[in-house]
């Protein structure tokens, strides 16, 4: 279990300061209670989704772009649960990682000559993606939300890797002051937060939480930042209700809790960002993003898909596929194509 951050946000103070207007050319966009996404196979509908997924505009630190530097970077978790996961598919997409030292930060993908990895830990790829450091990074939708602060300057250009599925969710104590509350609304309306005792919210997504706990009512919140088995603090006394990240919900149960309706923030699952400015401005970015994603694309179809190639007699395409769904080995499959070969005919 890591210690306690020593922030302490006042949320009455965060409601009564008027909010600051976005400076010029920062566009304020709005997160969904719960950011539904869709996978799209190219580069401008993910872009387009990027924006409907992001929070809310925050200027992002930026600098310049290092003009000299010519090889394109990407940014891999260093460690944690996606960097296996992360690896994998890379391979799965034949674009394996060659890591010669694993004490070494750097590594390369001989398929694609022109890139650079750098392993970092997650937080850190969205903010070199900010600063123009990284040209792309694979993370959780849930970092780029949270570190990203719905910036500009980054572009989600694939939004469901299909891995690394979880959400940000609020939990409360299963009894006690908690034993009937069950909605985000009985959990607004209790009469125990006040300004002089607020409800105690102990998260690792400070922006997060801050903002859908703000953008839905609650007056009286105060904020811990914790890092690690947040599940712990409401019974050791330390908060009263945890904003964190949820897969199985064991761990949750476990430590008795339970999530309430309407208390999902965001639901996530790992991305591939890339630096906007490095989209446009830096030479083989875009070109390198676009054959990533084609790999991606057609890897992640495929799961699933199974192909059958037989040699089949038959005077159409039709024919040929009432007789393959006729197969009782095959019985249940869903027939996407049937493709003609040269001595026959391909159903897929
Ligand atoms: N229980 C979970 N099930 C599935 N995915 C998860 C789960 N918890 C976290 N994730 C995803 O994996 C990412 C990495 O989580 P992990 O706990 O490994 O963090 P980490 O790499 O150790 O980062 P740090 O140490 O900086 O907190 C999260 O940002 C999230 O996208
Ligand atoms: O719903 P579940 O499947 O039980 O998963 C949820 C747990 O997974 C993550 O923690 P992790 O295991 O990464 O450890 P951490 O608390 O040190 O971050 C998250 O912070 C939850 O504690």
Same mark, same amino acid.
């Not at 996404?37 to 997924?53: C, I, K, M, Q, V």
């Not at 999530?259 to 923030?265: K, M, P, Q, S, T």
């Given at each position: 279990?890591? *210690?306690?951050?020593?922030?302490?946000?006042?949320?009455?103070?965060?409601?009564?300061?008027?909010? @600051?207007?976005? @400076?010029?050319?920062?566009?304020?966009?709005? +997160?969904?209670?719960?950011? &539904?996404?869709?996978?799209? !196979?190219?580069?401008?509908?993910?872009?387009?989704?990027?924006?409907?997924?992001?929070?809310?505009? =925050?200027?992002?630190?930026?600098?310049?772009?290092?003009?000299?530097?010519?090889?394109?970077?990407?940014?891999? *978790?260093?460690?944690?649960?996606?960097?296996?996961?992360?690896?994998?598919?890379?391979?799965?997409?034949?674009?394996?990682?060659?890591?010669?030292?694993?004490?070494?930060?750097?590594?390369?993908?001989?398929?694609?000559? $022109?890139? #650079?990895?750098?392993?970092?830990?997650?937080?850190?790829?969205?903010?070199?993606?900010?600063?123009?450091?990284?040209? +792309?990074?694979?993370?959780?939708?849930?970092?780029?939300?949270?570190?990203?602060?719905?910036?500009?300057?980054?572009?989600?250009?694939?939004? &469901?890797?299909?891995?690394?599925?979880?959400?940000?969710?609020?939990?409360?104590?299963? #009894?006690?002051?908690?034993?009937?509350?069950?909605?985000?609304?009985?959990?607004?309306?209790?009469?125990?937060?006040?300004?002089?005792?607020?409800?105690?919210?102990?998260?690792?997504?400070?922006?997060?939480?801050? =903002?859908?706990?703000?953008?839905?009512?609650?007056?009286?919140?105060?904020?811990?930042?914790?890092?690690?088995?947040?599940?712990?603090? *409401?019974?050791?006394?330390?908060?009263?209700?945890?904003?964190?990240?949820?897969? !199985?919900?064991?761990? /949750?149960? #476990?430590?008795?809790? =339970?999530?309430?309706?309407?208390?999902?923030?965001?639901?996530?699952?790992?991305?591939?960002?890339?630096?906007?400015?490095?989209?446009?401005?830096? =030479?083989?970015?875009?070109?390198?993003?676009?054959?990533?994603?084609?790999?991606?694309?057609?890897?992640?179809?495929?799961?699933?898909? /199974?192909?059958?190639?037989? $040699?089949?007699?038959?005077?159409?395409?039709?024919?040929?596929?009432?007789?393959?769904? !006729?197969?009782?080995? +095959?019985?249940?499959?869903?027939?996407?194509?049937?493709?003609? /070969?040269?001595?026959?005919?391909?159903?897929?």
């Amino acid at each position: 279990m890591s *210690p306690m951050l020593a922030t302490r946000l006042d949320f009455t103070a965060v409601l009564l300061s008027p909010s @600051p207007s976005p @400076p010029p050319g920062l566009r304020v966009r709005a +997160l969904p209670a719960v950011a &539904a996404r869709t996978r799209a !196979s190219s580069l401008a509908p993910r872009a387009a989704a990027s924006a409907t997924a992001a929070v809310s505009a =925050k200027p992002a630190a930026v600098s310049p772009l290092s003009a000299d530097r010519t090889v394109v970077r990407i940014g891999l *978790p260093s460690k944690g649960r996606m960097s296996e996961q992360t690896l994998s598919l890379l391979k799965s997409c034949q674009l394996s990682v060659r890591h010669l030292n694993p004490r070494q930060y750097t590594a390369d993908i001989p398929q694609v000559p $022109n890139l #650079e990895v750098w392993f970092q830990r997650p937080k850190d790829i969205v903010r070199k993606l900010q600063s123009g450091d990284l040209d +792309l990074g694979i993370v959780g939708f849930d970092i780029v939300s949270e570190y990203g602060q719905g910036s500009d300057d980054l572009v989600v250009v694939h939004d &469901a890797l299909e891995f690394g599925h979880c959400r940000l969710s609020l939990a409360v104590p299963k #009894e006690g002051i908690f034993e009937n509350i069950n909605t985000l609304e009985d959990l607004a309306n209790m009469p125990e937060w006040t300004q002089e005792r607020p409800m105690r919210v102990v998260t690792g997504f400070g922006y997060l939480g801050e =903002k859908f706990l703000r953008e839905n009512g609650f007056n009286h919140v105060s904020f811990l930042a914790g890092d690690g088995a947040l599940e712990s603090y *409401p019974a050791m006394g330390m908060a009263d209700v945890i904003v964190d990240l949820v897969s !199985s919900g064991t761990t /949750l149960r #476990e430590n008795n809790l =339970k999530e309430i309706d309407g208390g999902v923030i965001l639901e996530s699952q790992a991305t591939l960002v890339a630096c906007r400015r490095s989209l446009h401005k830096r =030479k083989g970015v875009l070109e390198i993003t676009h054959e990533m994603l084609e790999r991606l694309e057609a890897h992640l179809t495929a799961t699933g898909e /199974l192909m059958v190639t037989a $040699n089949m007699r038959g005077n159409s395409a039709e024919e040929v596929a009432e007789r393959v769904l !006729s197969q009782t080995s +095959l019985c249940g499959l869903q027939l996407c194509d049937i493709c003609h /070969l040269s001595w026959g005919l391909q159903y897929v």
